[in-house]
C-alpha cells in the first residue's frame, strides 16, 4: 500500500529552522525524483524542492532558494527538507510525493509550519 508520512512541522518565529521528514512506501519513493510542495491557506499547492534518487535538486521558487535545502536517505525512504531562515510567507501545510504526477501517491495528511512575524 503506498503510504507518504510527513513530520517535522510546527510554529517557530520567523528566523527560525525547522527540518521536515517524509517517509514513503518503496514503491513511490522507489529510483523516482521526490520532492516537497507546500500549500497556504487560499492558495493551490505548489512545488518546493524536487531531489532525483541521486541527489540532483531543483528549487523552482525563488523565494526559498538559498533557504531550503532538500534531501533524500535512499537506505530508509525518506526525504528530507532542511528549512532555514523562515519567512511567515513559508507557513503552510508541506508534503511530499513523486515529482511526476502520473506516479504520484495519493497525498499525506502533510505537516503544518508556522513562521510566527
Known amino acids: 500500500q503506498v503510504q507518504l508520512v510527513e513530520s517535522g512541522g510546527g510554529v517557530v518565529q520567523a528566523g527560525g529552522s525547522l527540518r521536515l521528514s517524509c517517509v514513503a512506501s518503496?514503491?513511490?519513493?522507489?529510483?523516482?525524483?521526490m520532492a516537497w510542495f507546500r500549500q497556504a491557506p487560499g492558495n493551490q499547492r505548489e512545488l518546493v524542492a524536487a531531489v532525483t534518487r541521486s541527489g540532483y535538486t531543483d528549487y523552482p521558487l525563488d523565494t526559498v532558494r538559498g533557504r531550503f535545502a532538500i534531501s533524500r536517505d535512499n537506505a530508509k525512504n525518506t526525504v528530507y527538507l532542511q528549512m532555514n531562515s523562515l519567512k511567515p510567507e513559508d507557513t503552510g501545510v508541506y508534503y511530499c510525493?513523486?515529482?511526476?504526477?502520473?506516479?504520484?501517491?495519493?497525498w499525506g495528511q502533510g505537516t503544518q509550519v508556522t513562521v510566527s512575524s
Open positions: 510525493n513523486a515529482l511526476l504526477r502520473d506516479i504520484r501517491a495519493d
Open positions: 518503496q514503491n513511490i519513493f522507489g529510483g523516482n525524483t
